[in-house]
């Protein structure tokens, strides 16, 4: 059964590093991560490619954070370094499983990242 779980979340000030872990059940194509800020929709962080570690990263993010995966752990973690306020959000993790052209998202739960001043 597919299944998602993000952990890692918390409170730090600003400048500050957390590690977020996203612990895996199933068999994905892609996984990411996603941030929600109050009352907006979902923006992409970063994805890796499960079979290759190709990744990519959303331009607010590059450069401070760092998407990983650890296959024999079934794990993928999101390094987050240099951390501003604004980086304050509902962060969680998703994984894309693909058969051709189709596709079908899973979602985590979610966990809070806040980034004081």
């Known amino acids: 059964q597919e299944q998602l779980v993000e952990s890692g979340g918390g409170m730090v000030q600003a400048g500050g590093s957390l590690r977020l872990a996203c612990s895996i059940s199933?068999?994905?194509?892609?996984v990411g991560w996603f941030r929600q800020f109050p009352g907006k929709e979902r923006d992409f962080v970063a994805a890796i490619r499960w079979t290759d570690a190709y990744t990519h990263y959303g331009n607010s993010v590059k450069d401070r954070f760092t998407i990983a995966r650890d296959n024999a752990k079934n794990t993928m973690y999101l390094q987050m370094n240099s951390l501003k306020p604004q980086d304050t959000a509902v962060y969680y993790c998703?994984?894309?499983?693909?058969?051709?052209?189709?596709?079908?998202?899973?979602w985590g739960q979610g966990t809070q990242v806040t980034v004081s001043s």
């Open positions: 199933g068999n994905f194509y892609q």
């Open positions: 998703k994984a894309r499983q693909k058969w051709g052209l189709y596709s079908y998202d899973y």
